[in-house]
């Protein structure tokens, strides 16, 4: 009975780890392709568009799961991105009104540039330890 419940456990949490890389890579994929799409001209339909990413999302949840990649760093990049997308539509709001900018509605431009500041900004987060080791090369051997 033992055995059958810590079984159940493990199948339950890997279900819970593959449910939420997946709704994470979601959260994370779906700007730049719904943007990407419009920048090109909208040149697939809305399904497709969510097809695709849910795709990708369930493709890279693998590493996630099962592989090297942390799932607490995804976390940590998803959070980022959420708050750096809503604090630079709050900066970009406040520059629009600012400035008295003219921006259409229907140009996906400002959008493209909203999400890639907040990809940014994620990046920057959850890799803020990984620093960078300087390449140098032994010569005294």
Known sequence: ???????????????????LAVAALAVVCYPAVS???ALLGAPLDDATV???VGVVALGGAYPFVAGDWSLGRLGDYVFAFVVAAFAAG??????????DLDVAGSDPLPQGLLF????????LVAFRDAGFESVTTDTTS
Do not use: K, P
């Open 1 to 19: 009975m033992v055995r059958a419940a810590s079984g159940l456990r493990s199948v339950v949490g890997a279900t819970v780890d593959v449910s």
């Open 35 to 37: 943007v990407g799409n």
């Open 50 to 52: 969510r097809l695709a």
């Open 90 to 99: 709050v900066v970009g709001a406040a520059v629009v009104l600012l400035f």
């Open 116 to 123: 890639a500041t907040a990809y940014l900004v994620a990046y």
